[in-house]
């Protein structure tokens, strides 16, 4: 069983690595900022199948910074890529 789930972790890291191929060398920026966000969900697989394998939940504070930290940055690049600024700052004063 125990098996499985390394295999598993392989496929998850080799599935990285290519995302970090689409992150140097996509098209357009929107093609990046997917790629971070799908890098920032394989991160946090690898590491509940590292905690699978450890036996340990020591783990589970980690992944759920990890997915706050994408989360913030996904949405703070999104916002980038469509308005040029992520802060809106009151011109009107």
């Known amino acids: 069983m125990m098996t499985f789930f390394w295999i598993c972790l392989i496929v998850v890291i ?7 191929y689409r992150v140097f060398r996509g098209p357009s ?5 997917i790629a971070l966000d799908a890098i920032g969900v394989m991160l946090i697989s690898s ?8 036996d340990t939940g ?3 504070e980690v992944i759920l910074l990890i ?12 916002k980038f890529i469509e308005k040029g ?3 809106e700052h009151d011109r009107n004063r």
């Open 67 to 78: 997915a706050i930290m994408s989360f913030i940055g996904t949405v703070s690049f999104a």
């Open 29 to 33: 920026n929107p093609d990046r900022l």
């Open 14 to 20: 080799l599935s990285m690595a290519s995302l970090l």
């Open 85 to 87: 600024e992520i802060i």
């Open 58 to 60: 020591f783990f589970m």
């Open 47 to 54: 590491i509940a199948l590292l905690s699978i394998l450890f």
